[in-house]
């Protein structure tokens, strides 16, 4: 468990070394009282561990930057991919005070040895209006392009790019869809069409895709507030959602997409252990009314047919 004693934690993304794991999260300080103002304080912070269990907490890998610029109001959740060259890549989301919090937009930063990171400057991505809805103060709460996962291409092509965005068509309460962009280096991105159709969910947060025993799974979460009603009217509260695709890059079938039982977890990332076993690391959100911001210790999962199941 990554618990601090002074500041709650959230959003979490895992890089491995080799020799340890690492865990870049979103953290603020618990002397805001008030969790809900969490969000616009947010840095991200830095631990590691050879168990996925027991952390050593290191620097704090980002805080946000001077301003004025794009990111200068609080740094999100993001991804860390190793390059070519040996050198790491932490994406992350960035928002500004200029724009009040409200436009999402993706950058990075380089680290030679994953504590010491300097941004490039950006930002690299932001959302699309040929595909991609912005932020027009009615139907939605903020711009979503956010929680960037990059990965290598399976057939070698490239870079890829997963981001929490909206589409431009459809019912508001349901726009949700998986944005995504491309780039041969890391360091040029070009912004594509989305991979899904709007499919009921509002926000499709902290995307992750990761092939399990042969089959290809995307991971997201949203809690019921933020479904479209004919979602919401199945009961559902909402959470950890886990839906089988095709390929990294999907088809998914988000009519599939079911949760995962647990009575918080949220923003969780499938992670290998040092025995090739998957399981979720995420943070406990919501418990009886109280805020708890702690990362879990690691929850085995397992393939259950054409879904994802705690074990």
Same mark, same amino acid.
């Given at each position: 468990?990554?618990?601090?004693?002074?500041?709650?934690v959230?959003?979490?993304?895992?890089?491995?070394?080799?020799?340890h794991?690492?865990?870049f999260?979103?953290?603020?300080?618990?002397?805001?009282l008030?969790?809900?103002?969490r969000?616009?304080?947010?840095s991200?912070g830095?631990?590691?561990?050879?168990?996925?269990?027991?952390?050593?907490?290191?620097?704090?890998?980002?805080?946000?930057?001077?301003?004025p610029?794009?990111?200068?109001?609080?740094?999100?959740?993001g991804?860390?991919?190793?390059?070519?060259?040996?050198?790491?890549?932490?994406?992350?989301?960035?928002?500004?005070?200029?724009?009040h919090?409200?436009i999402?937009?993706?950058?990075?930063?380089?680290?030679?040895?994953?504590?010491?990171?300097?941004?490039?400057?950006?930002?690299l991505?932001e959302?699309?209006?040929?595909?991609?809805?912005?932020?027009?103060?009615?139907?939605?709460?903020?711009?979503?392009?956010?929680?960037?996962?990059?990965?290598?291409?399976?057939?070698?092509?490239?870079?890829?790019?997963?981001?929490?965005?909206?589409?431009?068509?459809?019912?508001?309460? $349901?726009?949700?869809?998986?944005?995504?962009?491309?780039?041969?280096?890391?360091?040029?991105?070009?912004?594509?069409?989305?991979?899904?159709?709007p499919a009921?969910? $509002?926000?499709?947060?902290?995307?992750?895709?990761a092939?399990?025993d042969?089959?290809?799974?995307?991971?997201?979460?949203?809690?019921?507030?933020?479904?479209?009603?004919?979602?919401?009217?199945?009961?559902t509260?909402?959470?950890?959602?886990v839906?089988?695709g095709?390929?990294?890059?999907?088809?998914?079938?988000?009519?599939?997409?079911?949760?995962?039982?647990?009575?918080s977890?949220?923003?969780?990332?499938?992670?290998?252990?040092?025995?090739?076993?998957?399981?979720?690391?995420?943070?406990?959100?919501?418990?009886?009314?109280?805020?708890?911001?702690?990362?879990?210790?690691p929850?085995?999962v397992?393939?259950?047919?054409?879904?994802?199941?705690?074990?």
């Open positions: 468990m990554l618990r601090l004693p002074d500041h709650w959230w959003d979490s993304w895992p890089a491995d070394d080799g020799e794991h690492h865990l999260f979103l953290r603020a300080s618990r002397a805001l008030d969790p809900d103002r969000h616009q304080r947010a991200v830095h631990a590691r561990s050879t168990d996925l269990t027991h952390w050593e907490l290191l620097p704090d890998a980002l805080v946000t930057a001077d301003a610029a794009w990111d200068d109001q609080a740094t999100w959740t991804s860390v991919v190793r390059a070519p060259d040996g050198s790491w890549r932490l994406f992350y989301t960035g928002v500004s005070r200029a724009e919090g409200l999402q937009r993706v950058g990075a930063a380089r680290s030679d040895d994953l504590v010491t990171w300097h941004r490039i400057p950006g930002p991505t959302a699309d209006p040929r595909w991609y809805e912005k932020y027009d103060g009615v139907a939605w709460f903020d711009e979503a392009w956010r929680d960037p996962w990059v990965f290598a291409d399976p057939d070698g092509d490239g870079w890829h790019m997963l981001v929490t965005a909206r589409s431009r068509e459809g019912d508001p309460a $349901g726009r949700s869809v998986i944005g995504h962009a491309t780039s041969p280096d890391l360091e040029t991105w070009t912004v594509q069409p989305p991979l899904s159709e009921g969910f $509002g926000q499709m947060e902290v995307p992750q895709v092939e399990v042969g089959q290809w799974f995307l991971l997201f979460c949203c809690w019921a507030p933020q479904l479209a009603p004919e979602r919401r009217d199945t009961g509260k909402g959470g950890m959602w839906a089988p095709a390929s990294a890059l999907g088809p998914w079938d988000l009519d599939r997409a079911r949760t995962f039982e647990h009575p977890l949220y923003a969780a990332r499938l992670v290998q252990d040092r025995a090739g076993a998957w399981n979720l690391l995420g943070f406990r959100d919501v418990e009886e009314g109280v805020f708890v911001g702690e990362i879990t210790d929850l085995p397992v393939r259950d047919g054409d879904t994802l199941r705690l074990a």
